[in-house]
């Protein structure tokens, strides 16, 4: 498995939420009625619900490949980590690098937090157990089950 690709989990993710946001926004959009602006009048100008639908299925269609493909390299990598031998290594990878409780990728000091509590247990430790489980995450291709 390539490093890389495990790097950039969250631009992955993140572009899926953007796509998945945007999304809700159109059908939302879909429902409102919107006055017509410029014209000083009190009417509610005319809304094609219709029309707001086209322009979500065309634009879901421009993006379903790029959300597929996010979508598959994700679900890729999850595999992968789930394929490794060490249940710490597994745990150290999804904590850094899938994990988004606190809305990006969590900082060293979360990542031992999660791992260990508030025991005392050194960053050596920590960075150690991250480089082992790379070490085995990009060797999946050619020995993992």
């Known amino acids: 498995m390539e490093y890389e690709k495990l790097k950039n989990y969250e631009r992955y993710w993140r572009a899926n939420q953007s796509i998945e946001q945007r999304i809700m926004a159109m059908k939302s959009a879909e429902t409102s009625i919107t006055p017509q602006a410029g014209d000083g009048s009190q009417h509610i100008g005319a809304h094609d619900p219709m029309k707001a639908v086209d322009m979500r299925v065309d634009w879901c269609a421009s993006h379903s490949e790029d959300y597929a493909k996010n979508l598959a390299v994700m679900r890729e990598v999850d595999k992968a980590i789930d394929s490794l031998q060490d249940p710490l290594e597994r ?29 005392n247990v050194s960053r050596t430790t920590v960075y150690k157990l991250h480089d082992d489980a790379i070490y085995h995450f990009c060797r999946c291709g050619q020995n993992c089950t």
């Open 91 to 119: 745990e150290i990878l999804r904590l850094r690098y899938t994990d988004f409780r606190y809305g990006h990728q969590m900082s060293w000091p979360q990542v031992k937090d999660a791992l260990y509590g508030k025991t």
